[in-house]
């Protein structure tokens, strides 16, 4: 079977990844980087080297956009004339907020487009494997139209129609990826300090950040408003978090992070939470 036309614009460390898998499908792939040279792999592969971001997004209905933020899709197609959009479907897998999802799918309707947002749960290295996956959400019948060209990228995991939905999905995974990773970066800070190296620590981190029996533990207490404090007390956390930034100090590692996690917790107890269960610190940033 004949594979349908792919174009990827945006040639960073994904989008060199996605093109790639569309390839290895057997798509005709057509690739612009406002950078050029980060296409040179891609051609060399079999990819055609769009000579201005119009014949990339003329070249394919199915235009996948992989740049830093939506910013970066206006400065990339904010100068292209109404017709060079009539009846595509941009898909775009770059990560912004729910809000500047909406715009963009609204923007790419102003033009005669469609749009899919995607937010992409993997890093370069699992696209091409089905084990990775993507949220969709947008237009039912256009995802399901593009399904199985997507699906050359990660499993496809369609959410529903509000283009906002896939970007809150992912930016619920990263509020966690990322403070749970600079966690990781402050550990192995100070360990090195004290002469460990990450090596060292790999079966500690291991452990420490699988957090299953907390979330299994919290979640129907959160789901009910149960926040008191038998196990887990809020006063408790406090002194603990402050011995964690004391240890940090005393290395003369950056303390910027536990200093945040203290200060959070300090104004829980303000609040009135001390015996209370540490997930009343939920109820304390929802009202910030
Ligand atoms: P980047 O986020 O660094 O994106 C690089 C791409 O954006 C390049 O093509 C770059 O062009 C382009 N770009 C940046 N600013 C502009 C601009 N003003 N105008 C035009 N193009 C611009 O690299 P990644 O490939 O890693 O990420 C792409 C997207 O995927 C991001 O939104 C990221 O958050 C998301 N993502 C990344 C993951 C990862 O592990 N890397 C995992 C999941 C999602 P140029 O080459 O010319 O600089």
């Not at 996948?64 to 100068?79: F, K, P, R």
């Not at 699906?151 to 619920?172: C, I, K, N, S």
């Not at 408003?225 to 003369?252: F, N, Q, Y």
């Amino acid at each position: 079977t004949t594979r349908r036309p792919v174009t990827v614009i945006g040639l960073g460390p994904m989008g060199q990844a996605m093109a790639g898998a569309f390839l290895d499908r057997g798509h005709p792939v057509t690739v612009w980087n406002r950078t050029p040279a980060r296409a040179d792999g891609l051609v060399a592969r079999g990819a055609v080297r769009a000579e201005s971001v119009r014949d990339a997004v003329t070249a394919s209905e199915l235009v996948v956009l992989s740049v830093i933020d939506y910013d970066a899709m206006y400065a990339t197609l904010g100068g292209l004339d109404h017709d060079a959009f009539a009846g595509r479907v941009l898909v775009n897998l770059s990560s912004d907020t729910p809000d500047k999802a909406r715009a963009g799918a609204a923007w790419a309707a102003a033009r005669g487009a469609a749009h899919l947002t995607g937010g992409v749960l993997t890093p370069p290295s699992g696209i091409g494997s089905a084990d990775s996956a993507t949220y969709y959400s947008g237009p039912k019948e256009v995802f399901d139209a593009h399904r199985t060209a997507l699906e050359a990228l990660t499993t496809a995991d369609y959410r529903g129609e509000d283009p906002g939905l896939a970007a809150l999905l992912y930016q619920l995974n990263m509020v966690m990826f990322w403070t749970s990773l600079t966690s990781y970066w402050q550990a192995v800070a100070l360990a090195g300090a004290h002469g460990l190296t990450a090596g060292d620590i790999l079966p500690l981190a291991t452990r420490a950040l699988d957090l299953t029996q907390f979330l299994e533990f919290y979640t129907p207490r959160v789901d009910a408003g149960d926040h008191s404090g038998a196990v887990d007390r809020l006063s408790m956390g406090l002194a603990s978090a402050r011995h964690v930034l004391d240890t940090v100090r005393d290395a003369g590692v950056d303390g910027t992070l536990p200093a945040a996690v203290v200060d959070l917790f300090r104004r829980g107890v303000e609040a009135g939470h001390a015996a209370d269960s540490c997930s009343s610190l939920v109820e304390v940033l929802s009202k910030s």
